[in-house]
C-alpha cells in the first residue's frame, strides 16, 4: 500500500544549485512559463489581418475578458490597464492546473542515494507557489487602488480617526485585506491539490473505470479555480479603485 500510493503535500527537493532548492513543483513552474512563451511567440509571429483558427480563438477570449473586466469597473480604461495582468494570472494557472494531467507527471522520476522523487508536480499543489502568486495579486490590488486614488485618500480606507465607528470599520477593512493572502492561496491549493489526491486513489483501487470522469471532472475544477483566481483580482480592483465611502462613488 505504501508503496503504491506516494502523497506528499510539500513539494519536493530535486537539486540546490548554489543553495537555491529546486523543487519540482517549481521545475514544473518553469516549463509552464516556457510553453506561455513559446505559445506567445508563436502567435504573435502568425498575426494576420484576416486571422486563422488560432488568431480567432485567442481574440475571442482576450476580447470577451476586455469587455468583461469593462463592465465590472465601469471604465474601458482600467480595464485595458489591468487586462495584461487578469489575462496573465488565468493562463498561467490554467496551464498549470492542467499540467498534471500529462503523463509525464508522476511517471517520469529522478533518485537520489535511493529516494525516487517524481520530476514534475503541478505547480498549483505546492503552498508555496499559490502564496506567492497571491503576494502578486494583493500587491497589484493594493497598488490599484494607490495609483486611483492617491496614498493617503486609499490608506484613509483602514485608517480613519474621523469617528469610534469608521476606526473599527478601518481596522476591519484592513483584517479583509490581510485575509486575502489566505483566501487566494488555500483556495486555489486546497483545490487542485485535493484532485490530485482524489485521482491518486481512486486509480489505484479503481483503476480501469472510475478515473475517467473523475479526470473529466478534475479537468472542469482546473479551469473554473483558474477563472475564480482572475475573477476574484478583478473584483478586488474593483473596490480598491473605489471612492472611500462618503467621498464618492467610483475613481475613474
Do not use: C
Request: a neutral charge; aromatic letters at 12%.
Amino acid at each position: 500500500m505504501e508503496e503504491g500510493l506516494h502523497i506528499a503535500i510539500a513539494a519536493e527537493r530535486l537539486w540546490s544549485p548554489f543553495g537555491i532548492p529546486v523543487t519540482n513543483a517549481l521545475l514544473t513552474a518553469w516549463v509552464v512559463m516556457a510553453i506561455l512563451s513559446l505559445f506567445a511567440v508563436l502567435v504573435g509571429k502568425r498575426l494576420r489581418e484576416v486571422p486563422g483558427r488560432t488568431q480567432a480563438a485567442v481574440e475571442s477570449l482576450f476580447e470577451y475578458v476586455l469587455t468583461y473586466a469593462s463592465g465590472i469597473l465601469n471604465s474601458e480604461s482600467l480595464a485595458r490597464r489591468y487586462f495584461p495582468l487578469l489575462m496573465t494570472i488565468f493562463l498561467f494557472v490554467l496551464v498549470a492546473n492542467l499540467f498534471h494531467f500529462l503523463p509525464v507527471v508522476g511517471s517520469v522520476v529522478v533518485e537520489d542515494h535511493g529516494h525516487t522523487t517524481s520530476l514534475f508536480r503541478a505547480a498549483t499543489t505546492d503552498l508555496n507557489f499559490t502564496l506567492a502568486l497571491a503576494i502578486i495579486a494583493v500587491i497589484a490590488i493594493e497598488i490599484a487602488g494607490i495609483v486611483a486614488l492617491g496614498a493617503l485618500r486609499y490608506g484613509s480606507k483602514f485608517i480613519n480617526f474621523s469617528s469610534p465607528i469608521n476606526f473599527v470599520v478601518g481596522l476591519i477593512e484592513l483584517i479583509s485585506e490581510l485575509s486575502r493572502f489566505v483566501s487566494f492561496s488555500f483556495r486555489l491549493f486546497g483545490n487542485i491539490f485535493a484532485g490530485e489526491v482524489l485521482l491518486a486513489v481512486v486509480a489505484l483501487f479503481v483503476p480501469y473505470l472510475l478515473p475517467v470522469p473523475l479526470m473529466a471532472l478534475e479537468v472542469f475544477v482546473a479551469v473554473i479555480q483558474a477563472a475564480v483566481f482572475s475573477m476574484l483580482t478583478l473584483f478586488f480592483i474593483k473596490m480598491a479603485v473605489a471612492m472611500p465611502h462618503g467621498q464618492g462613488s467610483h475613481a475613474h
